[in-house]
């Protein structure tokens, strides 16, 4: 739409032609065109003030060279330390494992012996001395049986306590989900701010190692457990 | 099946390798040795001596899968039975390891009784041959 003062001095140009006031007209065009380029100076300020404010926002936002100097390498050294918990719990776990899974065989044969011998005795095929010598075992047994029981007490206690890795990790992960979200939110507001577009992913070709999948039972080309894998290859001929 | 069995294990943590060891100790196996990649299992296997070969995918250095590879390629090891153990579990990722030829896939996190009826399973096959 045309405002009244264009019009107005639209009008006035035309009036000024008509009555042959070549002067009149030309000071009139003038004003015309300086009403023009003012406008356009207006849109260019605005622009301006808009690049400026999303570039300092870009800054403020995200302070990505902040991210990578100081929150990535201190998300490394976390995950490294996840890595040197578990590794420390799991091995604990497993010393524990390896001294009892010993303690346990012991009991399991002695008892086999004196339940046999006990056996023995009930059919009468035992005579007093070899009674006395079982009786002699089963008190060593029972001595025997308390103090193992310590050993595996004390070690499954052991077991427990080794567990608490997953307390001090799990504040660690959630951490470095943290830091995640920031380089996330940031990225998002980079392209934003730069329009970016985003290019498409490169296409692996080759089959290579990716580790432990992430809710696999979303995956189509993902097995969900050993009985998939089982079909898939009794398919190929296995 | 030979209990006496030389078994090499391969995988880059530690704590893998002794769960295993343990297992294969709880089947009746306890002559086991260990490394941490393909790059360290090669020359071993290569040294000879070794009847059974249980491997991680996914390792620094030489991967599980190159390591098989290799294995099919060695005059001397072509024939040796690999079981792979392994968290890789895309489809496509079997399949390759199939075409490779190994013996056995168990997928992590995997159980005593997947282990033992995967080790059965390709000696079974090994002894009867069809």
Redesign the interface.
């Known amino acids: 739409m045309v405002d009244a003062t264009r019009l107005d001095l639209a009008n006035e140009f035309l009036d000024a032609i008509q009555e042959g006031n070549e002067e009149h007209a030309d000071e009139v065009l003038a004003m015309i065109a300086a009403e023009r380029e003012s406008r356009l100076f207006e849109e260019i300020g605005k622009l301006t003030r808009q690049l400026h404010d999303s570039l300092s926002s870009v800054r403020a936002e995200s302070d990505l060279a902040g991210i990578a100097e100081h929150e990535i390498p201190d998300a490394k050294e976390r995950l490294n330390f996840v890595i040197e918990k578990t590794?420390e719990a799991?091995?604990k776990t497993?010393d524990v494992?390896?001294e009892i899974l010993p303690v346990s065989e012991t009991i399991r044969t002695r008892a086999g012996q004196l339940q046999e011998d006990w056996s023995r005795f009930q059919r009468r095929e035992m005579d007093v001395d070899e009674f006395k010598k079982m009786g002699g075992e089963l008190v060593d047994f029972l001595g025997e049986l308390t103090r193992n029981s310590d050993t595996i007490h004390s070690g499954l206690n052991n077991i427990l306590m080794a567990q608490d890795f997953q307390d001090i990790t799990g504040q660690v992960i959630r951490k470095v989900i943290q830091v995640v979200q920031e380089v996330e939110d940031s990225l998002v507001g980079l392209i934003r701010a730069t329009g970016v577009q985003a290019t498409p992913k490169k296409v692996v070709s080759e089959?290579e190692?990716?580790?432990?999948?992430m809710n696999?039972e979303d995956k189509d080309?993902?097995?969900?457990?050993?009985d998939d894998?089982d079909d898939?290859?009794s398919s190929?001929g296995? | 099946m030979n209990k006496d069995m030389k078994i090499l294990i391969v995988d880059d943590f530690s704590t893998m390798r002794r769960i295993i060891k343990n297992l294969l100790r709880d089947l009746g196996f306890t002559n086991t040795d260990e490394a941490d990649d393909g790059q360290t299992a090669l020359p071993k296997l290569e040294a000879g001596g070794f009847d059974f070969l249980v491997t991680d995918w996914n390792m620094p250095g030489m991967q599980g899968i190159d390591l098989l590879k290799a294995v099919r390629a060695h005059p001397e090891l072509k024939d040796l039975p690999v079981l792979m153990v392994t968290a890789e579990s895309k489809r496509e990722q079997i399949v390759e390891a199939a075409q490779a030829g190994v013996n056995g896939y168990v997928v992590k996190p995997f159980t005593a009784g997947t282990l033992k009826e995967k080790i059965d399973k390709i000696f079974e096959r090994i002894e009867t041959p069809a």
């Open positions: 590794e799991a091995n497993m494992v390896e089959v190692a990716e580790g432990p999948q696999a080309n993902v097995v969900n457990d050993q894998v898939l290859l190929l296995f």
